[in-house]
């Protein structure tokens, strides 16, 4: 399942690059339409992420820690979609998506199942 988990989140970040690209070229229909393929997406990270706090016996305050991480990376790539599309300003949501990516990089691979880089 973390394969799995690993998966979903990599292309999810893919397609907020690519939506991120078509919004700048201009191709309104393609935005949306790769905005909603995304939103499956953040219910596939949801659902591989929560399968995986199911399989474990004992969850630690680091668990409830990387999935709060988790939902704050997906919030801030819809918001950050949002509110580019309305022209709003973004950069506090930028550096929030980059603080929140890092950590849930850092706790995911440090917490036990799957890959050990930390
Ligand atoms: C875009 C958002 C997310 C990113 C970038 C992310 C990243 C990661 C990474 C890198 C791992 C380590 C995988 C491994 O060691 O093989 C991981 C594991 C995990 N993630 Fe996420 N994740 C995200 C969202 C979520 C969400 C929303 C949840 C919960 C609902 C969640 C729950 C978990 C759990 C329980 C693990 C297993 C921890 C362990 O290694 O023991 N993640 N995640």
């Known amino acids: 399942m973390t394969h799995a988990h690993i998966?979903?989140?990599?292309?999810?970040?893919?397609?907020f690059f690519i939506a991120l690209g078509?919004?700048?070229?201009?191709k309104a229909k393609g935005f949306r339409v790769v905005q909603m393929i995304l939103r499956v997406f953040y219910i596939?990270?949801?659902?591989?992420?929560?399968?995986?706090?199911a399989s474990i016996s004992n969850i630690s305050l680091l668990y409830v820690l990387k999935s709060a991480v988790g939902l704050w990376v997906i919030a801030m790539l819809e918001?950050?979609?949002?509110?580019?599309?309305?022209?709003?300003?973004?950069?506090?949501?930028?550096?929030?998506f980059a603080v929140a990516f890092l950590l849930a990089l850092y706790l995911g691979f440090k917490l036990p199942l799957g890959f050990h880089f930390f």
């Open 22 to 26: 078509l919004h700048k070229s201009g």
């Open 79 to 96: 918001l950050i979609l949002i509110k580019t599309n309305k022209q709003q300003k973004t950069s506090s949501l930028w550096i929030q």
């Open 44 to 53: 596939l990270i949801i659902i591989t992420g929560v399968w995986m706090l």
């Open 7 to 15: 998966t979903a989140w990599f292309l999810a970040i893919v397609l």
